[in-house]
């Protein structure tokens, strides 16, 4: 029987936790698939191998595991993959396929660009841009970061989109924020390429909070999971999966 794993991040930020089980029961709702559960990388229970049993209990014999991550780093990369390798051991007789991240997507620039455009505040005349990432000592991620801010600039006719990381990857957002309030432009527009709040944006909110300088407006659009599109792009990737059968195979 056919399941379906979402592993999302984690978080100690309660309301965080609530935001990912949120938008994981919307894309629930999408998915034509009986059994299907949640487990969580860090912070959180279940855990990986916990999430796994919950579906072996309900009858899995193919658990297709999609991480709900934004960009491919050390979780994709390593962690997951190493988690349904022991998975494997422990279940021989269950088939496991592995999805990806959602990673450099079109309809998720998109969605970035309306969380700009929804902020109530007037846009100056070209008003500069700063989008945030998580941050990963894999250079893929800065790579793929610089990407959408690429196509950003191209989709949208913006001049240079900046980017920056809250750990593991420089600019750090402090260093870039400050260099920004240094330039000439007097309004700054924080996207954060997050999918839930949680500690790292109530971090990105304090910075901002005693770096306000009243000379410039600094404006914090919202995470991308916010936005109504967002689970209809993962839905739409999970059913590939599952129709398709385009999959790695994890052995």
């Not at 491919?72 to 494997?88: G, S, W």
């Not at 793929?144 to 913006?158: C, G, K, N, T």
């Not at 109530?202 to 914090?220: A, H, P, R, T, V």
Request: charged letters at 25%; aromatic letters at 6%.
């Amino acid at each position: 029987m056919q399941a379906v794993l979402y592993i999302s991040h984690g978080s100690r930020s309660k309301d965080g936790v609530q935001e990912a089980l949120n938008f994981i029961d919307q894309c629930q709702r999408k998915i034509n698939v009986k059994i299907q559960e949640i487990c969580f990388l860090e912070l959180v229970k279940p855990n990986i191998s916990e999430g796994i049993a919950n579906c072996i209990k309900r009858g899995a014999t193919h658990i297709t595991v999609v991480p709900v991550l934004l960009l491919t780093a050390v979780h994709a990369k390593r962690d997951i993959p190493c988690a349904l390798a022991k998975a494997k051991e422990l279940y021989p007789q269950t088939e496991f396929t592995y999805g990806s991240p959602l990673g450099v997507h079109p309809k998720l620039i998109e969605c970035l660009y309306d969380q700009l455009t929804e902020q109530k505040s007037e846009a100056h005349r070209n008003p500069t841009i700063l989008i945030v990432g998580r941050g990963s000592s894999d250079p893929e991620v800065k790579s793929d970061l610089s990407e959408i801010a690429r196509q950003f600039e191209q989709m949208h006719d913006v001049p240079k989109v900046h980017t920056c990381f809250l750990y593991g990857a420089s600019p750090k957002f402090d260093e870039a924020l400050i260099s920004l309030l240094k330039g000439e432009r007097k309004q700054i527009f924080i996207l954060p390429y997050l999918l839930f709040s949680g500690l790292l944006m109530n971090g990105i909110q304090q910075k901002i909070e005693k770096m306000q300088d009243e000379s410039k407006q600094i404006i914090l659009c919202e995470t991308l999971g916010h936005h109504p599109a967002v689970p209809d792009i993962l839905s739409e990737r999970i059913n590939e999966l599952l129709h398709y059968k385009e999959k790695r195979w994890v052995i």
